[in-house]
């Protein structure tokens, strides 16, 4: 962020810039200045920078979450206020701690082996690639793989499972050194990553680079859809710098010389896209499935600028609903506590506002975030054994993208008489 009174350029990547005082804002993909409003979420804190004892005493910055959508090309965007480097080189999620999602990793390299002929000489490359939890499904298989991860923390976990893991953004010079140390990728995969680069089409650039011209590359998304049909706002926050429809996300292929020819509508994450994509030399026409998601998100109206409007009235309901139903249970005497404490659920508690008084603590299954707060709201984090021996009345789900695999792990709050609370994409106690 830039003081007041300063004067800087504006960015190409979407960051303000002030010029005497007033902003300008650019989108990141086509460099339009016509931007409009979709969201605004109010100013909070980064998602993932939870507190330490140490650092609850300290100020805590926070930045506007407003997405507003491109009216020229059409792709919804937070201004780039924070950088991957503030968020990444050191990084509190580790995918491992997901079960549900390693299994879902492990199905995807069972089908891209398929798709894309993979055998021993293969090679393949997953950008973002965390602790291993899907490349070690390729190191099963003894095909030849790298991890391009740039959070030290969770780049050595990969290590430890014997995943190659190089410590890197993901740029055109960094996709060039990649080709050319270990040859061109069969297959160059990325799941929900392709959200949090500000540099779109530097970033697609380097996809291209290390992929081979015959290759393909499977990027996998939050559909802006779905989020939109189920209100899941909360998968807003700084780190996702865009929001995708298959529409944008094709035209975000296009910037880097790659061309959209298949996609899959998956569960993930409250519903998600997996785009397959190849060198635009080599594509050829896209599947008929492409021409069904497109008109789907036409029959939305998300293929116009106006059609994406009216979605801060459902957001403001469910905030509604969940902070009427938190200040009954403090009336009635009821313990309500929390499970998770994903990036989407500090959104969520920052929006709602919502405090210790309101939500006794929340637990997590991931040890680095055990004895932290919350940003922002300031909730104290546990291990998961704290609600068996508290037994509270009430438990909110905040990473409920995860509800199959959660209900059957919190399947034992009903011996106490307990109930869960699931807040999107409507308030439901069962």
Request: contains cysteine; hydrophobic residues 35%; charged residues 20%.
């Given at each position: ?95 491992s701690f997901s079960t549900s999602w390693v299994e879902h990793a492990k199905r995807f390299v069972d089908g891209a082996v398929e798709r894309a002929g993979l055998g021993p000489d293969s090679f ?238 929340t637990v997590d299954r991931n040890p680095y975030k055990h004895g932290r707060l919350t940003p922002g709201t300031r909730i104290p984090i546990h291990e998961p054994d704290r609600i068996a021996a ?41």
């Amino acid at each position: 962020m830039t003081a007041a009174g300063s004067s800087t350029t504006t960015d190409p990547a979407g960051t303000p810039s002030t010029e005497a005082g007033s902003q300008t804002l650019t989108c990141r993909l086509c460099g339009s200045t016509d931007l409009r409003s979709f969201l605004d979420l109010g100013a909070t804190p980064p998602c993932e920078l939870f507190l330490t004892a140490e650092t609850a005493e300290q100020r805590e910055d926070t930045f506007p979450l407003h997405v507003r959508v491109c009216n020229a090309c059409l792709l919804a965007q937070l201004p780039a206020l924070i950088t991957p480097e503030d968020t990444f080189e050191e990084y509190a999620y580790f995918s491992s701690f997901s079960t549900s999602w390693v299994e879902h990793a492990k199905r995807f390299v069972d089908g891209a082996v398929e798709r894309a002929g993979l055998g021993p000489d293969s090679f393949v490359v997953e950008v973002a690639s965390n602790d291993g939890y899907l490349l070690q499904h390729v190191v099963e298989r003894d095909i030849r793989c790298l991890g391009v991860e740039p959070s030290v923390n969770v780049g050595e976990a990969a290590r430890e499972k014997g995943v190659p893991t190089l410590t890197a953004f993901l740029s055109p010079e960094t996709g060039e050194k990649v080709r050319a140390e270990h040859g061109p990728a069969n297959l160059v995969c990325l799941n929900n990553v392709y959200a949090h680069i500000p540099d779109v089409v530097g970033f697609t650039q380097g996809l291209r680079a290390m992929v081979a011209d015959d290759g393909w590359v499977s990027i996998e998304i939050q559909h802006l859809l779905t989020l939109v049909e189920r209100s899941q706002f909360d998968t807003i926050y700084h780190e996702h710098f865009q929001y995708y429809t298959l529409l944008t996300g094709q035209r975000a292929l296009a910037s880097g010389g790659l061309t959209l020819v298949d996609v899959e509508l998956l569960d993930t994450h409250g519903g998600s896209i997996r785009m397959w994509a190849r060198p635009s030399e080599i594509a050829g026409e896209p599947s008929a499935k492409v021409a069904e998601v497109l008109a789907a998100e036409s029959a939305a109206g998300l293929d116009t600028p106006e059609g994406h409007d009216g979605f801060a009235e459902a957001v403001s309901t469910i905030r509604d609903d969940l902070m009427s139903f938190l200040i009954e249970a403090r009336r009635q005497g009821k313990r309500v506590v929390g499970y998770g404490a994903p990036g989407k659920g500090n959104t969520l508690l920052n929006y709602c506002g919502i405090r210790p008084d309101l939500l006794e603590y929340t637990v997590d299954r991931n040890p680095y975030k055990h004895g932290r707060l919350t940003p922002g709201t300031r909730i104290p984090i546990h291990e998961p054994d704290r609600i068996a021996a508290d037994k509270p009345d009430y438990v909110l789900i905040l990473p409920w993208n995860l509800r199959t695999e959660l209900t059957e792990q919190l399947s034992y709050v009903r011996d106490w008489g307990g109930k869960l609370v699931f807040p999107i994409p409507s308030l439901e106690v069962v």
